[in-house]
């Protein structure tokens, strides 16, 4: 297979796993539990509560004929976890709306601080001017005027030292100024009916795999995310 037929192959499957998500119909009603080896959406017949996966039945050989999990039970699991979601994220906005209080009060102290440093570095400026008049006009030798000169040196690299020091600090608090992302699934904290709707505004997934077990991937998942690191 030669670079260009790959990349047209490539190309095509693109194109028909797009047109199998979206397929034109209303995606928020869409059930959110899904196959993990083929991908197709879970659906449990009328005559049963058992969500199963379709090509498990046309391919009795595949990991899909595995795929099975009962609705009532996978549907609670999903809202204990959305409650619990919810919990986690109220908890963690709280923190961050602490600690932005307490960076934004650090910020101002730390801007003041800097600004007195930068008066103090302009002053040893002007000391090394008047040093070097005194030295031009006699008033100082030239071994004391050098020694002088060393020590408002070192006592400037001191403050540009500390300012510097300022600056990284000031850089991570402000990462908490930037507040936070807005949050949808904060308003499910005492969900208690499983709607298809609201699930599949908060899960972009729960893959079921043998034994029970639920893979869920949360939109806003990078949010999510970025929320908890603010506030570990
Ligand atoms: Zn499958």
């Given amino acids: 297979m030669t670079d260009e037929e790959f990349a047209l192959a490539n190309s095509k499957m693109k194109k028909v796993s797009r047109t199998r998500e979206y397929k034109g119909v209303d995606k928020g009603a869409f059930s959110v539990f899904v196959c993990p080896y083929c991908g197709l959406r879970l659906h449990a017949p009328s005559s049963n509560n058992r969500l199963f996966c379709s090509t498990g039945r046309i391919r009795p050989e595949s990991p899909c004929a595995g795929v099975s999990i009962d609705k009532t039970l996978a549907e609670e699991t999903l809202l204990e976890l959305v409650r619990k979601q919810a919990e986690v994220m109220i908890d963690a906005e709280v923190k961050l709306k602490r600690r932005q209080a307490e960076s934004e009060t650090e910020i101002k102290q730390k801007n003041k601080e800097r ?86 505004s908060l899960i972009e997934k729960a893959e079921v795999f043998e034994g029970d077990v639920l893979q869920v991937t949360w939109k806003h998942q990078d949010e999510y995310e970025k929320l908890l690191k603010l506030t570990s």
Avoid: H, N, W
Avoid at 117 to 140: D, F
Avoid at 173 to 200: C, H, N, W
């Fill in 115 to 200: 600004d007195r440093l930068r008066r103090i570095i302009a002053g040893y400026g002007q000391q090394q001017i008047s040093l070097y008049e005194k030295y031009k006009s006699g008033e100082l030798s030239k071994d004391v005027y050098l020694e002088r000169k060393a020590e408002i040196k070192k006592a400037q690299s001191d403050a540009e030292e500390q300012v510097a020091e300022i600056d990284k600090d000031t850089e991570v608090s402000e990462a908490f100024t930037d507040g936070a992302p807005e949050l949808p699934v904060k308003g499910y904290i005492d969900i208690s009916k499983y709607d298809k709707r609201i699930m599949a």
